[in-house]
């Protein structure tokens, strides 16, 4: 494989690097905003498990009603605070799987970068050594031309 071959491919690589990088940030930030929703809810319920033991007192049924409500909120709260868990544990593994596509991203690109490099030497050589054949065609000929006088 020639090294303008290798060259493509490489960006090839670092474009799909790219795209997955793309895809493991938004997929990190939805994880975010799902963890920041169960946040808010939890402040919700407590705030309403605060509030319940307020209008309850007097009345008895009301206060069974109240009872019922507040180990209900509990639950939830409970149920809440393990998804949140949950969530935050896919964040973290989110967020090491991008740091490790950034990695690899980067490593592919320097290689890409690398192989650039190259590639523009290996054509600055060709080049001059273009120019130095014709450079030594022009003074042969004019040579030629001077010994023919």
Do not use: P
Not at 26 to 38: D, M, N, P
Not at 53 to 60: I, K, L, Q, T, Y
């Amino acid at each position: 494989m020639n090294l303008q071959n290798t060259v493509t491919n490489l960006g090839r690589l670092v474009d799909l690097r790219n795209r997955e990088v793309e895809t493991l940030t938004a997929e990190l930030t939805k994880h975010h905003a799902v963890a920041e929703r169960y946040r808010r809810n939890l402040q919700r319920m407590r705030d309403m498990l605060v509030d319940v033991g307020r209008s309850s007192a007097g009345c008895a049924v009301l206060a069974s009603n109240s009872a019922h409500y507040k180990a209900s909120l509990v639950d939830m709260i409970s149920a809440h605070r393990r998804d949140l868990a949950s969530q935050e544990t896919l964040i973290e593994a989110s967020r090491v799987a991008l740091e490790n596509a950034t990695l690899r991203r980067e490593r592919v690109d320097r290689a890409l970068q690398d192989k650039q490099g190259a590639l523009r030497q290996e054509r600055n050589v060709r080049d001059q050594k273009r120019q130095d054949q014709l450079a030594l065609q022009s003074w042969v000929h004019a040579r030629h031309f001077a010994t023919a006088s």
